[in-house]
């Protein structure tokens, strides 16, 4: 966390508050306890009335909970501990600030165009339907006891959790494989001492499968406690768009709930390790390490619903649950394709599996393989570090000597570190789709993904050197944005996020639009590793002009940030005038040089793919290439062509084309995926 902590005063050249709440909030986020969360610092104190205090938020669209969060930060290298008493202060403050939210005293107090004003209208427009109220605090300390959830309470007839992520408990994240916090699910209360289950699976040292029968609930009463944190994040990401109620599994449970055993498909889930109890009525589940369900959210999510607002009984109702057993090393592989499979009858897209597409080994091996130039301080060439996989960064430093780390961490600072979801902000600002990317991180990059999945297929080598480069410059403006756009005296705090999308889509759209058709000159910047004084001039009078945009919505739409995500928010983005600034003539190159440049990186990428190619069918080795043929002749799923290309691939005398090395490689690939090759 304090490396990370590191990299953001790095980045924003000033940590402070704000900038701890931001990080906070993607921690929260990789550790799946967030999704998409938005920073609104409030805090109100007046003599006679109660102290308000806020510091983000996440509306849960999956389980339907309100998650707010206040943190607290010392700043100091060695902090003292947190203290049980300075722990209620702060909760006292963040409930007191969703109960007057309710009330109606926060949007009356506060300014229209202010992130609090629209947060307290939020929470009073959804009180309805909210299914209850996740509190956390956040704390660069220690906390002094190691309880780190509290009992909960009510506000406005909703359950009230308190969780605390201290500095520790950060910390026990990171550390984890999944990155998640440790979530054990204990069965051991329910009749006979758990769960009866079936073995589903021959003797193997890396998987384990049973059948189980889960009461309703029990799977109700266990989604309630951990809401979408107990979705697999695909699982996650389809509820969160399709709604959680079915309509068909609410009548099954209002009107033949002893039949939803027969009807319905049931669940399946993964967990790391289980407890298997014999007993005289079977063996029994008693309890499940890092338990997620990959396929079946909506029955789930329709479970709690059912007897949350329909006030049905679901002591009659039975669900078929089919439960994988994958250890820790493995299930980074495995649960996305057991995922994937298993949705692969459903409405769950590719877009959604999208976050293990070759597109992102291709973008990572381009980050490993390009230098980019030394910026003019220094005199050493660096990497731009892709994070294919959460953590990997962090994996590589693991890895390296003390001596090895230095030279690492010089030539792939942290401040160049690349997500994923980094990637989608970039790409889809500059697609001029800023209104995606204010939907939040989730929904933006399945956006993305439906894109890059139709470009991927109409023609992979779309993505070479030169889109990485550009990917590259589009991440420079954009973070030169968030540091700028603090530091502006018209800005007054809140949609920071907003404006930079906005701003970067608009800067798009402005030479885009040019009437002498040039372009901007990518390769200067490329060159020169940082924003020239002429485009940060630029960006910054753009950015004035979509602060302008954002904070006056259209007449009937009170909340900013909810204006933020229509389209209408860019149309009139669109439609604002913002002049180029006299010396910006410097940043633009002619269309052809422009068009030339993408040829060029194209060809290249054709070439570089093809000795790709080449190089894995040779490491693959003949041995496993005639051991591929034998399976899959045996399993009859190959063509006579594809017969063929194995047949020549397992002569050891033979070269292959760069041709038939690519169709080789996706043979490959498809037959792994299939299980016929693992």
């Given at each position: 966390m304090l490396a990370r902590a590191t990299v953001r005063a790095s980045a924003d050249k000033n940590l402070g508050y704000a900038a701890f709440v931001e990080l906070c909030g993607e921690l929260l986020e990789e550790a799946e306890e967030f999704s998409d969360f938005t920073p609104c610092f409030f805090r109100h104190?007046?003599?006679?009335?109660?102290?308000?205090?806020?510091?983000?938020?996440?509306?849960?669209?999956?389980?339907?909970?309100?998650?707010?969060?206040?943190?607290?930060?010392?700043?100091?290298?060695?902090?003292?501990?947190?203290?049980?008493?300075?722990?209620?202060?702060?909760?006292?403050?963040?409930?007191?600030?969703?109960?007057?939210?309710?009330?109606?005293?926060?949007?009356?107090?506060?300014?229209?165009?202010?992130?609090?004003?629209?947060?307290?209208?939020?929470?009073?427009?959804?009180?309805?339907?909210?299914?209850?109220?996740?509190?956390?605090?956040?704390?660069?300390?220690?906390?002094?006891?190691?309880?780190?959830?509290?009992?909960?309470?009510?506000?406005?007839?909703?359950?009230?959790?308190?969780?605390?992520?201290?500095?520790?408990r950060f910390h026990r994240a990171h550390l984890s494989r999944s990155g998640r916090d440790e979530l054990v699910i204990d069965?051991?209360?329910?009749?006979?001492?758990?769960?009866?289950?079936?073995?589903?699976?021959?003797?193997?040292?890396?998987?384990?499968?049973?059948?189980?029968?889960?009461?309703?609930?029990?799977?109700?009463?266990?989604?309630?406690?951990?809401?979408?944190?107990?979705?697999?994040g695909n699982v996650r990401a389809f509820l969160s768009t399709t709604g959680k109620v079915n309509k068909g599994i609410q009548q099954t449970l209002q009107r033949e709930p002893e039949m939803f055993f027969a009807y319905n498909n049931g669940i399946a889930a993964t967990a790391s390790s289980v407890l298997i109890s014999e007993t005289t009525h079977g063996q029994r589940v008693?309890?499940?390490?890092?338990?997620?369900?990959?396929?079946?959210?909506?029955?789930?999510?329709?479970?709690?619903?059912?007897?949350?607002?329909?006030?049905?009984?679901?002591?009659?109702?039975?669900?078929?649950?089919?439960?994988?057993?994958?250890?820790?090393?493995?299930a980074g592989t495995f649960i996305p394709l057991i995922s994937r499979f298993s949705n692969s009858q459903n409405k769950v897209s590719d877009a959604d599996f999208f976050a293990n597409h070759e597109f992102h080994r291709r973008i990572e091996k381009i980050s490993r393989r390009l230098r980019a130039p030394a910026k003019k301080a220094t005199q050493v060439e660096s990497f731009w570090f892709y994070e294919r996989a959460r953590g990997q960064y962090a994996v590589e430093l693991g890895r390296l000597s003390v001596g090895e780390r230095r030279r690492f961490e010089i030539e792939s600072p942290r401040e160049q570190i690349i997500t994923k979801t980094d990637l989608a902000k970039f790409e889809n600002s500059w697609r001029q789709l800023p209104h995606e990317v204010s939907r939040g991180a989730q929904?933006?990059?399945?956006?993305?993904?439906?894109?890059?999945?139709?470009?991927?297929?109409?023609?992979?080598?779309?993505?070479?050197?030169?889109?990485?480069?550009?990917?590259?410059?589009?991440?420079?403006?954009?973070?030169?944005?968030?540091?700028?756009?603090?530091?502006?005296?018209?800005?007054?705090?809140?949609?920071r996020a907003n404006i930079v999308t906005f701003s970067l889509a608009k800067f798009a759209h402005m030479v885009?639009?040019?009437?002498?058709?040039?372009?901007?000159?990518?390769?200067?910047?490329?060159?020169?590793?940082?924003?020239?004084?002429?485009?940060?001039?630029?960006?910054?009078?753009?950015?004035?002009?979509?602060?302008?945009?954002?904070?006056?919505?259209?007449?009937?739409?009170?909340?900013?940030?909810?204006?933020?995500?229509?389209?209408?928010?860019?149309?009139?983005?669109?439609s604002t005038h913002v002049s180029f600034t006299a010396d910006f003539e410097g940043e633009l190159v002619a269309s052809e040089e422009a068009v030339s440049a993408r040829r060029s990186a194209k060809s290249e990428a054709r070439i570089d793919a093809g000795l790709d190619a080449l190089r894995e069918v040779m490491a693959f080795g003949t041995d496993n290439w005639t051991k591929l043929r034998q399976h899959s002749v045996a399993a009859k799923v190959t063509t006579p062509s594809e017969d063929g290309l194995l047949r020549v691939a397992s002569n050891p005398k033979w070269l292959p084309t760069d041709r038939q090395a690519k169709e080789l490689m996706k043979l490959l690939l498809r037959l792994r995926s299939e299980g016929t090759w693992q």
């Open positions: 104190s007046k003599s006679g009335s109660r102290k308000l205090s806020v510091d983000g938020y996440a509306f849960d669209e999956a389980d339907q909970s309100a998650r707010m969060m206040v943190a607290d930060f010392s700043g100091e290298e060695v902090p003292g501990n947190l203290t049980g008493v300075e722990a209620r202060k702060l909760f006292s403050e963040l409930q007191a600030f969703v109960e007057e939210s309710l009330a109606g005293t926060v949007a009356e107090m506060s300014e229209e165009s202010s992130p609090e004003h629209g947060l307290a209208r939020d929470l009073r427009a959804r009180a309805a339907e909210t299914s209850r109220y996740r509190l956390y605090l956040a704390s660069d300390r220690p906390l002094s006891t190691t309880i780190k959830d509290w009992p909960a309470g009510v506000i406005g007839g909703r359950t009230v959790e308190f969780h605390i992520w201290d500095l520790s069965f051991s209360s329910l009749p006979f001492g758990g769960l009866p289950c079936l073995p589903a699976s021959m003797s193997s040292d890396s998987y384990e499968g049973y059948l189980c029968v889960i009461p309703g609930t029990a799977l109700a009463d266990i989604y309630d406690k951990h809401g979408s944190r107990l979705l697999e008693v309890s499940a390490a890092d338990f997620q369900i990959v396929n079946g959210g909506q029955t789930t999510a329709s479970m709690s619903y059912a007897r949350r607002k329909g006030d049905l009984d679901l002591s009659d109702v039975l669900v078929q649950m089919k439960l994988s057993v994958v250890d820790d090393e493995r929904k933006n990059f399945i956006r993305f993904a439906e894109h890059i999945t139709a470009e991927w297929e109409r023609d992979p080598e779309l993505f070479h050197d030169e889109y990485f480069r550009q990917l590259v410059v589009k991440a420079l403006m954009f973070r030169a944005l968030e540091r700028i756009v603090p530091k502006e005296d018209w800005y007054d705090g809140g949609y885009e639009n040019r009437a002498d058709a040039s372009k901007f000159n990518f390769q200067k910047t490329w060159k020169a590793q940082e924003i020239s004084t002429v485009l940060l001039e630029q960006l910054r009078l753009i950015a004035r002009a979509a602060y302008g945009v954002i904070i006056r919505p259209e007449a009937g739409i009170q909340n900013v940030t909810e204006w933020c995500k229509k389209e209408l928010a860019w149309q009139r983005m669109k």
